[in-house]
């Protein structure tokens, strides 16, 4: 069986990689993907977790993985409607030039 | 009649609330839904309000008269007798040594209030009735119903009001609806500016009445009626405290030589030998009469009620001339007992009331204006009943009240009338209340000619009308009757009269009589008499033909004028002047009638012609009333009284006759020509009485423009200092410190996403690291060390820090304690070890002072 650190290890890079992905890229469909890879790193961590034999085959980590993907499947909804809105009114995806606030 | 009266029990008769209540129902009728409601129902709700209360009042009065006598026949005397109504308890004040004084809203119907009453609720719906059809085409109708309504309210409370501070709300009421209803058309900039000035005016005279409620609260402690008049003696008391009031040194002070710097300034030259002092009674009745001037316009105060004239007739009437005016001697009444205690404040009461008489008299004979005239005229009667009030006349001062309120209520309805035929025809708001527009107009009016010379006669004083038994009874009783005061309470007597203050009173008092007969017969001469000399006035094709062609002004002779298409043919002479409608004409009648009778009441002049006559009602009905006030007043001996007034009554004919017979022979004789000549022989003089003797002019020079100059400096303070430094200071601080801040608001959001990561790290730092630290309790030596809480921490102590650890490992013990012997100190060291195998340390030393009581000191490595 695959020791548990290995997943926590994976977790953390795919963690890492998503959060850097989303603080470097401009791309506003780039960062939301990066926000989906992260939320995935934390579901490879909570199910890796739930097969800890301490873990006395209670399904904890496997149903809260279920409501991330859930709560990930909304989140990119509203995050492309917002994206969508965003091009028709400036006609770019870039988040550096989303500054409507601003002016 | 009776079973319903019975159901009311006389000390809390609550009738009094259907009379106060209906009006303010009307008023909130018409002023929240009178507008949508629209007119016939809006005149609807004024009128059946005011009319149920006049109904309630009837009731009430007839009550109260049993009331009277019941009480007559169980002490064999007239008591005073009052119906009370405690409508709720509204707050406590603190008197004076610590007691307290209820102020309750509460309201009672006594002889005087009664016929008050009576007049306000029935002269009230009468104006009203008339106002329905003046007002018709007014945009403001129900506007104008609301605010006339509240007015019958507030006076109503002012009225029946049992105690002082009620009465001031009243008071205040009266002066807000009065304001409304002068500046009723606010569009016009003048009648705006008379409404404030009326209300600025009126403010002048609330202080006085303020201070007045202070000053019977610290000597009488009481400001109900009953109260003040039990406690009404402590105002002339001598003793130390609270003691007369001293002018000067102000507060009671003494001057001292002040020494500055080796200079010795002499203040004691400011101390007099003896402190100016006044006693209590003479400051209550100053200050209660200056709020009298302000309400019922006298010297100083009079200026703003020719200029009310600028709202509405029926305002004038009802407002400005029957009742709210009334106020300050229906004041001056109530608290008779107050004012005869004072000799000097008395003499000042009715020398202004005589000036104020004089003074508006002479304004009034020049003045042009038809309303200008019968608001001098005002003014001069309410001089007259202040008069009468001055001398201790209380009910010859309020039976004129009561009279005038009925003629000068149909003189003014009878010169809106006028106005309402001249308007008509002029369109123009000035020129259609100028007399010299007028005359004639009795052929085309006889109603309102009728009336209005009833009332005339009445105010001028003919003969058996209800004026001249009021007026005659005030002039008598000048010559009669003295305050003479109370003895203090050291038993010296108080500042008297001199002996010739009545005789120059009552010489005043004739000339301004004579003057009034000469101006109100002008004014009837010029109005209604003679020929009409309106059809040339927005006319101009008319000019040629001028008014001595009667029969000529049908002709349409100049057609070919081309400024045909107004409303109505400026080419022709328009329609003659016409008589005003049933509802006008028949308050009209109703009034002139009640003004001619209402000398039944008080007859007194009728004695000196049949020495047994006793048929004095209005008297024996308000003795009760004024019995405390009697002592304070001294009167002639029998015979000198009945000289006196033989004197007296014929001097009043005489003014009557000179007056009138000056002006019809001035006028109606000679058609003005000797007026005229007048007027070129003292042009200046002429012109100085015409322009009211520039008295709104001298206040403009020193009241107003030193009010003007204390706004100005407050104003480059207020622009100078709190706006420039305070305010723009602040501004530019916060300016600042928001460009700083503005730089990290960049609006990019990748860079909040960074800076929310930077937070999350720095967070994540914080709880990584283990976080030692202990709380100290002392108890007798024995030291108690309680470790603060974490996430997975471990804990090993070291009860001397250069010493082993009490147990080696770390554990959950989260708590240590020590002893420690007097005067020495120790070093206490914690470890604490959390999830990740992370370790911190924390060491205290505490030293235990010598001292076995002392507390433990702290200090930190």
Redesign the interface.
């Known amino acids: 069986m695959i020791p548990v650190e290995h997943y926590v290890a994976l977790s953390a890079i795919l963690f890492t990689i998503g959060?850097v992905g989303?603080?470097?890229r401009?791309n506003v469909i780039v960062?939301l993907m990066s926000i989906e890879v992260m939320l995935n790193a934390v579901n490879v961590a909570l199910v890796a977790f739930n097969r800890l034999p301490t873990h006395n085959n209670a399904h904890t980590g496997q149903v809260f993985a279920f409501f991330i993907i859930a709560v990930a499947a909304a989140s990119v909804a509203v995050g492309l409607a917002i994206v969508l809105s965003l091009f028709r009114i400036r006609r770019t995806v870039r988040?550096?030039e989303?500054?409507?606030?601003?002016? | 009649m009776k079973p319903f009266l019975d159901l009311f029990s006389q000390n809390d008769f609550s009738l009094i609330a259907v009379v106060l209540l209906m009006p303010l129902l009307g008023a909130f009728v018409n002023g929240v839904f009178g507008r949508r409601l629209g007119k016939q129902a809006v005149r609807m709700m004024a009128l059946s309000a005011v009319g149920v209360s006049f109904a309630a009042a009837i009731a009430t009065f007839i009550a109260l008269d049993s009331a009277v006598d019941a009480a007559h026949t169980a002490h064999g005397e007239a008591a005073h007798t009052k119906l009370s109504w405690l409508a709720w308890e509204w707050m406590r004040v603190s008197g004076p040594n610590g007691s307290k004084i209820a102020i309750d809203l509460k309201f009672s119907v006594d002889a005087l209030s009664g016929v008050m009453m009576l007049v306000v609720t029935g002269v009230g719906f009468l104006i009203h009735v008339y106002a329905s059809e003046y007002m018709r085409e007014d945009k403001g109708y129900w506007r104008f119903f609301c605010y006339l309504n509240l007015f019958i309210f507030s006076m109503l409370v002012l009225i029946l009001g049992d105690s002082l501070p009620v009465l001031f709300v009243g008071w205040e009421g009266v002066g807000l609806c009065s304001y409304l209803l002068i500046g009723f058309w606010y569009g016009k900039l003048p009648n705006a500016a008379a409404g404030k000035k009326a209300f600025i005016a009126n403010r002048v005279g609330d202080f006085g009445l303020i201070v007045a409620m202070f000053l019977l609260v610290v000597y009488c402690g009481a400001l109900d009626w009953d109260g003040i008049q039990r406690h009404a003696n402590d105002l002339v008391v001598t003793s130390d405290r609270p003691g007369p009031i001293h002018l000067w040194p102000i507060g009671g002070g003494k001057f001292e030589d002040y020494v500055i710097a080796g200079i010795r300034i002499p203040l004691h030259n400011l101390q007099p030998d003896k402190p100016w002092t006044i006693t209590a009674a003479t400051a209550v009745g100053l200050m209660l009469f200056l709020g009298a001037t302000g309400k019922s316009a006298q010297i100083p105060l009079y200026v703003w009620l020719p200029d009310a004239m600028a709202g509405p007739t029926p305002v004038s009437a009802l407002i400005h001339a029957a009742t709210m005016v009334t106020a300050g001697i229906y004041l001056v009444c109530r608290l008779s007992f107050v004012f005869v205690l004072s000799p000097a404040a008395m003499i000042v009461v009715a020398f202004t009331g005589a000036a104020t008489a004089l003074l508006a008299a002479t304004i009034a004979v020049v003045q042009n204006d038809i309303k200008k005239v019968l608001a001098y005229s005002t003014v001069s009667q309410l001089g007259f009943m202040v008069l009468g009030v001055g001398v201790g006349a209380f009910t010859a001062g309020f039976f004129h009240v009561f009279t005038h309120a009925f003629f000068k209520a149909c003189l003014f309805l009878g010169a809106g009338s006028v106005i309402h035929a001249m308007h008509a025809r002029i369109h123009d708001e000035e020129r259609s209340q100028d007399m010299r527009n007028m005359g004639g107009l009795r052929r085309y009016m006889p109603l309102t000619y009728g009336t209005f010379l009833a009332s005339t006669l009445c105010i001028i004083g003919f003969p058996g009308t209800s004026g001249f038994f009021s007026k005659d009874e005030i002039l008598a009783r000048v010559l009669i009757e003295t305050p003479t005061g109370v003895k203090l309470a050291n038993g010296a007597a108080p500042w008297q009269w001199p002996s010739w203050a009545p005789w120059l009173l009552w010489g005043m008092g004739v000339v301004a009589a004579t003057l009034t007969a000469f101006y109100m017969m002008r004014l009837v001469f010029q109005t209604f008499w003679g020929d009409f000399r309106g059809w040339t006035i927005g006319r101009p094709s008319q000019l040629s033909k001028s008014h001595h062609d009667d029969h000529g002004h049908a002709e349409d002779e100049d057609a070919e004028d081309g400024d045909h298409h107004h409303h109505d043919d400026l080419s022709q002479p328009g329609p003659p002047p016409h008589e005003s409608p049933r509802s006008m004409t028949i308050p009209l009648l109703i009034l002139a009638a009640a003004a001619i009778v209402a000398g039944i009441f008080n007859p007194a002049a009728i004695k000196l012609v049949v020495s047994t006559f006793s048929f004095l009602p209005l008297e024996h009905w308000l003795d009760p009333v004024f019995s405390d006030a009697a002592r304070g007043i001294t009167l002639a001996d029998h015979h000198t009284a009945h000289t006196r007034e033989l004197v007296s009554t014929f001097g009043a004919f005489t003014a009557f006759a000179a007056g009138s017979g000056l002006a019809y022979w001035v006028y109606v004789k000679e058609k003005g020509k000797p007026a005229r000549e007048m007027m070129l022989k003292v042009p200046r003089l002429y012109k100085l009485a015409l322009e009211k003797w520039r008295v709104d002019e001298a206040y403009d020079k020193t009241v107003v423009s030193g009010v003007d100059a204390l706004a100005d400096t407050a104003a480059s303070v207020d622009q100078g200092i709190i706006d420039f430094v305070l305010a723009r200071l602040t501004a530019l601080v916060v300016a600042a410190t928001g460009t700083v801040l503005r730089v990290i608001?960049?609006?990019?959001?990748?860079v909040y996403?960074?800076v929310m990561?930077v937070g999350v790290l720095a967070l994540g730092w914080f709880f990584v690291q283990p976080h030692a630290d202990f709380t100290v309790v002392e108890q007798d030596g024995d030291y108690t060390l309680q470790a603060g809480p974490g996430p997975g921490y471990e804990f090993r102590w070291y009860p001397d820090a250069t010493k082993e650890p009490q147990t080696k490992d770390f554990s959950e013990t989260d708590n240590l304690k020590v002893h420690i012997a007097d005067g020495k100190s120790q070093t206490v060291k914690l470890e604490v070890k959390n999830a990740f195998g992370r370790v911190g340390s924390k060491a205290f030393t505490i030293t235990r002072p010598a001292q076995p009581a002392g507390a433990a000191q702290i200090r930190e490595q």
């Open positions: 959060g989303f603080l470097v401009r960062a988040s550096d989303a500054d409507l606030l601003k002016n | 608001q960049n609006g990019v959001v990748h996403a960074a990561v």
